[in-house]
Nanobody, 121 residues
Framework: QVQLVESGGGLVQPGGSLRLSCAAS????????MGWFRQAPGKEREFVAA?????????????VYADSVKGRFTIASDNAKNTVFLQMNSLKPEDTAVYYC?????????WGQGTQVTVSS
Protein backbone atom coordinates (compact mmCIF):
# COMPACT_ATOMS: atom_id res chain seq x y z
CA GLN A 1 0.00 0.00 0.00
CA VAL A 2 1.34 3.41 -0.98
CA GLN A 3 1.13 6.13 1.64
CA LEU A 4 1.16 9.75 0.55
CA VAL A 5 1.81 12.85 2.64
CA GLU A 6 1.00 16.29 1.24
CA SER A 7 2.39 19.58 2.47
CA GLY A 8 2.72 23.19 1.38
CA GLY A 9 -0.85 24.43 1.50
CA GLY A 10 -1.85 27.71 3.06
CA LEU A 11 -3.35 31.14 2.57
CA VAL A 12 -2.16 33.26 -0.34
CA GLN A 13 -3.36 36.43 -2.03
CA PRO A 14 -4.69 36.40 -5.60
CA GLY A 15 -1.80 36.42 -8.04
CA GLY A 16 0.49 34.71 -5.55
CA SER A 17 2.24 31.35 -5.64
CA LEU A 18 2.37 28.16 -3.60
CA ARG A 19 4.28 24.92 -3.98
CA LEU A 20 2.66 21.69 -2.86
CA SER A 21 4.68 18.57 -2.12
CA CYS A 22 3.59 14.94 -2.02
CA ALA A 23 5.97 12.41 -0.52
CA ALA A 24 5.37 8.74 -1.31
CA SER A 25 6.22 5.94 1.11
CA UNK A 26 7.92 3.92 -1.59
CA UNK A 27 10.05 4.46 -4.61
CA UNK A 28 8.56 6.20 -7.63
CA UNK A 29 10.13 3.36 -9.62
CA UNK A 30 7.28 1.14 -8.39
CA UNK A 31 4.53 3.67 -9.23
CA UNK A 32 2.98 4.25 -12.66
CA UNK A 33 1.71 7.79 -12.21
CA MET A 34 1.09 10.46 -9.60
CA GLY A 35 -1.07 13.52 -9.66
CA TRP A 36 -3.21 16.10 -7.95
CA PHE A 37 -6.95 16.54 -7.60
CA ARG A 38 -8.82 19.24 -5.74
CA GLN A 39 -12.19 19.61 -4.08
CA ALA A 40 -13.85 22.92 -3.32
CA PRO A 41 -16.73 23.20 -0.81
CA GLY A 42 -19.95 21.87 -2.29
CA LYS A 43 -18.22 20.61 -5.43
CA GLU A 44 -16.99 17.27 -6.67
CA ARG A 45 -13.33 16.37 -6.65
CA GLU A 46 -11.72 17.39 -9.94
CA PHE A 47 -8.52 16.55 -11.75
CA VAL A 48 -5.72 19.12 -11.68
CA ALA A 49 -2.51 17.59 -13.04
CA ALA A 50 -0.67 14.29 -13.40
CA UNK A 51 2.76 12.96 -14.25
CA UNK A 52 3.54 9.47 -15.51
CA UNK A 53 6.72 7.63 -16.27
CA UNK A 54 7.85 4.83 -18.52
CA UNK A 55 10.91 2.67 -18.70
CA UNK A 56 13.20 1.41 -16.02
CA UNK A 57 14.95 4.74 -15.52
CA UNK A 58 11.70 6.66 -14.99
CA UNK A 59 13.29 9.48 -16.91
CA UNK A 60 11.43 12.38 -18.48
CA UNK A 61 7.90 12.24 -17.28
CA UNK A 62 4.74 12.84 -19.25
CA UNK A 63 2.52 15.56 -17.83
CA VAL A 64 -1.12 16.47 -18.33
CA TYR A 65 -3.13 19.39 -16.93
CA ALA A 66 -6.70 20.50 -16.54
CA ASP A 67 -7.55 23.37 -18.87
CA SER A 68 -8.27 25.60 -15.88
CA VAL A 69 -4.66 25.44 -14.66
CA LYS A 70 -2.66 25.18 -17.89
CA GLY A 71 0.07 27.77 -18.05
CA ARG A 72 -0.20 28.49 -14.32
CA PHE A 73 0.53 25.17 -12.60
CA THR A 74 3.49 22.86 -13.14
CA ILE A 75 3.83 19.28 -11.91
CA ALA A 76 7.28 17.78 -11.49
CA SER A 77 8.98 14.98 -9.61
CA ASP A 78 12.15 14.40 -7.64
CA ASN A 79 12.60 10.68 -8.13
CA ALA A 80 15.46 10.45 -5.65
CA LYS A 81 13.14 11.78 -2.92
CA ASN A 82 10.01 9.91 -4.07
CA THR A 83 8.28 13.27 -4.15
CA VAL A 84 5.99 15.03 -6.59
CA PHE A 85 5.53 18.79 -6.57
CA LEU A 86 2.80 21.10 -7.81
CA GLN A 87 4.02 24.63 -8.42
CA MET A 88 1.03 26.94 -8.52
CA ASN A 89 1.47 30.46 -9.89
CA SER A 90 -0.97 33.27 -10.63
CA LEU A 91 -3.41 31.82 -8.15
CA LYS A 92 -7.06 32.82 -8.34
CA PRO A 93 -9.82 32.70 -5.71
CA GLU A 94 -11.40 29.86 -7.68
CA ASP A 95 -8.30 27.76 -7.01
CA THR A 96 -9.37 27.58 -3.35
CA ALA A 97 -9.86 23.93 -2.44
CA VAL A 98 -8.45 20.97 -0.59
CA TYR A 99 -5.73 19.52 -2.80
CA TYR A 100 -5.24 15.75 -2.79
CA CYS A 101 -2.26 13.84 -4.08
CA UNK A 102 -2.80 10.45 -5.71
CA UNK A 103 -0.61 7.59 -6.85
CA UNK A 104 -1.53 4.84 -9.31
CA UNK A 105 0.12 1.46 -8.88
CA UNK A 106 -0.88 -1.89 -10.35
CA UNK A 107 -4.42 -0.80 -11.09
CA UNK A 108 -5.08 0.78 -7.69
CA UNK A 109 -5.29 4.46 -6.80
CA UNK A 110 -4.03 5.72 -3.47
CA TRP A 111 -4.82 9.10 -1.89
CA GLY A 112 -3.18 11.46 0.54
CA GLN A 113 -5.03 13.21 3.35
CA GLY A 114 -5.25 16.54 1.52
CA THR A 115 -3.89 20.02 2.10
CA GLN A 116 -5.94 23.21 2.15
CA VAL A 117 -5.19 25.99 -0.32
CA THR A 118 -7.01 29.27 0.20
CA VAL A 119 -6.66 32.17 -2.25
CA SER A 120 -8.08 35.33 -0.76
CA SER A 121 -7.24 38.96 -0.21
Amino acid sequence: QVQLVESGGGLVQPGGSLRLSCAASESIFTINAMGWFRQAPGKEREFVAAISWSGISRSGGNTVYADSVKGRFTIASDNAKNTVFLQMNSLKPEDTAVYYCNADKKGRRYWGQGTQVTVSS
